[in-house]
């Protein structure tokens, strides 16, 4: 499978610091391998790393990263999340599978310019929700899901249990 990045933009540290730390939890959840975000976080930053410190593998959180510069420096497949795009069902096929690509996920005004630069502007149902959401749904849909239940070879592992908590502590 390809790397997958998320580019999140608009946030705001002050009003977004919940739903950021949510876009990046489920796209390392759900098989991303890292996360940048335009506006400067450190406390953001320490929230993930700590996640990833006692859930395991690789991934990673930039702040403070323009979109323009992640962009320039990818070779891969730029997919911006919109309603307004065109459908998930219809896009997905056309997305080639060889190459890496990066999410960019918006907060409340996308500039005209993403639009522009996205090789695919795709849209999860068209009508308004989450970031969250449609990351997280976009994500399912092309990787079937495959790292749900990966080994992360982390501190802790949760294991899927029908009640109560199980958590081995692999320290
Ligand atoms: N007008 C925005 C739009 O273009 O989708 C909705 C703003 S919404 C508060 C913030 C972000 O959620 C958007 O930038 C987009 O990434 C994502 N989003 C919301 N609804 C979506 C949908 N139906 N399909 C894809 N992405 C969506």
Redesign the pocket.
Known sequence: MSEIRIMRI?HRPSRDKRVTTHVALSSRALGASSVYVDTKDPELEEVIKGVVERFGGDFTIKTGVKWQDAVKDFDGIVV??????QRLDESLPKIPVDKDIMI?????K?PAEVYQRADFN??????????I???AI?LYAYTGGDSLYSDRGGKMTVVPNERGKTVVDNT
Request: net charge negative.
């Open positions: 608009g911006h999340l919109t309603m307004y795009g960019i996920a918006g907060a409340e996308v795709i849209s999860v149902g068209n009508q308004p929700h989450s970031e959401s449609a990351l976009f």
